[in-house]
């Protein structure tokens, strides 16, 4: 059974920074893909970033270029999303997902259930 567990979301002024962290279990890990997804209060979910399976690239939304890091520890099945100079607009619950591919139309196979980060200005 494939799970991935998001945690490290939270309330954060504007300005200031967070980490999320997934964890994923019950797959070939550095097989996949991964990717960080959020969907805001009223609006459809949209791509985030996304890293390849050895780290070696990486896509950005072009909101987040700049600010957000992603990366991954293979060895712990873990992948992370850095999120620094928070805005308001970031205010979303952030969802992992593994999957094919990296970017906004990658074939994601596996989403995790999402943490809520909320940015007050």
């Known amino acids: 059974q494939v799970q991935l567990v998001e945690s490290g979301g939270g309330l954060v002024q504007a300005g200031g920074s967070l980490r999320l962290s997934c964890a994923a279990s019950g797959l070939a890990f550095s097989a996949y893909a991964m990717g960080w997804f959020r969907q805001a209060p009223g609006k459809e979910r949209e791509f985030v970033t996304a890293?390849?399976?050895?780290?070696?690239?990486?896509v950005y939304a072009d909101p987040v270029k700049g600010r957000f890091t992603i990366s991954r520890d293979n060895a712990k099945n873990m992948v992370y999303l850095q999120m620094n100079s928070l805005k308001s607009e970031d205010t979303a619950v952030y969802y992992c997902?593994?999957?094919?591919?990296?970017?906004?139309?990658?074939?994601?196979?596996?989403w995790g259930k999402g943490t809520l980060v909320t940015v007050s200005s």
């Open positions: 890293i390849t399976w050895s780290g070696a690239a990486v």
């Open positions: 997902a593994a999957g094919l591919g990296v970017g906004p139309r990658a074939d994601m196979r596996y």
